[in-house]
């Protein structure tokens, strides 16, 4: 996939770091030295850390160098570096991971969760939400949208782009040993946006990157109608002109 696009992802900011507040607020620890933001993106959830943890070492972790570049711009104050978080080893000193809506993008998530809560220090938190939303229609519609197309071909990896999260009940099994407590939740976010056209420009940021990277412009103009349509039949508008984003997240709090 091409490179994240920073502008496009802050188009809806608030909406994006709404998760991140209330997944902070469940975060046991009021004192930290050393807190990492996992997928800090562009630097929207790191700022959440920055002001909570006022006496604590920031550092954001992304795999975006554009990501990382608005990060740095933002937070100058801040520490920031390139890595795959699927490789990526956890310090010793480290007292939180806190991860806004990236380890949806990790392969075999569950089991890098797994090594990185192993690794962390006893007293810990790792902290992490991710969109569960892959069977709601905006992305049901992502796939079908381009199935009889003559670009088709182009588009057959990017259904896997994201693996279907486990119930929260493999997370269970596979975190609980690992910690002293575990609190695994969902929320479903209804975001009002401004018909389906609001729908699209939310997800050109983020689900719609891998089925749109591949096709040349005029595919991803017919491949937007096609999929502008679906959304219309899916996405009532309201009296005011809105539409509801139905938008699941699960969240995970684990204290080791």
């Known amino acids: 996939m091409a490179d994240w696009n920073p502008a496009q992802y802050l188009k809806f900011a608030d909406e994006r770091t709404r998760p991140a507040r209330d997944l902070l607020a469940q975060v046991p620890l009021k004192e930290a030295k050393l807190?990492?933001?996992?997928?800090?993106?562009?630097?929207?959830?790191?700022?959440?850390?920055?002001?909570?943890?006022?006496?604590?070492?920031?550092?954001?972790?992304?795999?975006?160098?554009?990501?990382?570049?608005?990060?740095?711009?933002?937070?100058?104050?801040?520490?920031?570096?390139?890595?795959?978080l699927a490789q990526w080893q956890v310090p010793?000193?480290?007292?939180?991971?806190?991860?806004?809506?990236?380890?949806?993008?990790?392969?075999?998530?569950?089991?890098?969760?797994?090594?990185?809560?192993?690794?962390?220090?006893?007293?810990?938190?790792?902290?992490?939400?991710?969109?569960?939303n892959l069977g709601e229609p905006s992305h049901v519609a992502m796939i079908g949208a381009g199935q009889d197309a003559p670009y088709a071909d182009k588009l057959q990896a990017a259904s896997g782009a994201r693996d279907v999260l486990p119930a929260p009940a493999a997370y269970y099994a596979a975190l609980k040993p690992l910690c002293t407590r575990l609190d695994i939740w969902h929320t479903i976010y209804n975001h009002?946006?401004?018909?389906?056209?609001?729908?699209?420009?939310?997800?050109?940021?983020?689900?719609?990157?891998?089925?749109?990277?591949?096709?040349?412009?005029?595919?991803?103009?017919?491949?937007?109608?096609?999929?502008?349509?679906?959304?219309?039949?899916?996405?009532?508008?309201?009296?005011?002109g809105m539409v509801l984003l139905r938008f699941p997240r699960l969240f995970i709090v684990a204290v080791k």
């Open 92 to 132: 010793a000193e480290a007292n939180v991971l806190f991860s806004n809506a990236t380890f949806q993008w990790v392969p075999w998530h569950l089991k890098v969760l797994q090594r990185l809560l192993t690794v962390l220090k006893t007293g810990g938190v790792l902290a992490v939400q991710m969109p569960d």
């Open 35 to 84: 807190v990492y933001d996992l997928g800090c993106g562009p630097g929207n959830s790191t700022a959440l850390l920055v002001e909570a943890f006022s006496q604590a070492r920031i550092v954001g972790i992304d795999n975006s160098p554009e990501m990382l570049a608005k990060a740095r711009k933002t937070l100058p104050q801040v520490e920031f570096a390139l890595a795959d």
């Open 192 to 240: 009002p946006l401004m018909g389906v056209a609001g729908i699209i420009e939310w997800l050109k940021g983020t689900g719609l990157r891998p089925f749109l990277d591949p096709l040349s412009a005029e595919e991803q103009a017919d491949y937007l109608a096609r999929y502008e349509a679906a959304l219309t039949k899916a996405y009532p508008v309201q009296a005011d």
